[in-house]
């Protein structure tokens, strides 16, 4: 079993920032992915953004330029970096974490998830 613990989350005015963390127990595999998804209360689920163990990285178009993924890979720890906070924002968000099988790469494991609101 994999425990994912997010952290960071809280309440910003519009054009704050806010910093997700996301701390995996272990490691699943040496090719994995791991992503940030938000949902907000009667929306259904968003990737907001996704890392590959290649380093590859990839952003849902709605944050594209206001958010950057990255991953620490000594301490194991997924972090979003959220700029330019929009009202729209405003959702919970959760890590997921999946290994690579034949090209794809399921989530299996998912956090918490850590609340964001952010005001106008």
């Given at each position: ?30 090719t ?45 720890t ?43």
């Amino acid at each position: 079993q994999v425990e994912l613990v997010e952290s960071g989350g809280g309440s910003v005015q519009s054009g704050g920032s806010l910093r997700l963390s996301c701390a995996a127990s272990r490691y699943i595999s040496t090719t994995y992915c791991m992503a940030w998804f938000r949902q907000a209360p009667g929306e259904g689920r968003e990737e907001v953004a996704k890392f590959d163990s290649d380093g590859t990285t990839t952003y849902a178009d709605s944050v594209k330029g206001r958010f950057t993924i990255s991953h620490d890979n000594a301490e194991n720890t997924l972090t979003l970096q959220m700029n330019s906070l929009k009202p729209e924002d405003t959702a919970k968000y959760y890590c997921a974490l999946g290994a690579y099988y034949y090209h794809k790469c399921p989530y299996e494991y998912y956090g918490q998830g850590t609340q964001v609101t952010v005001s106008s």
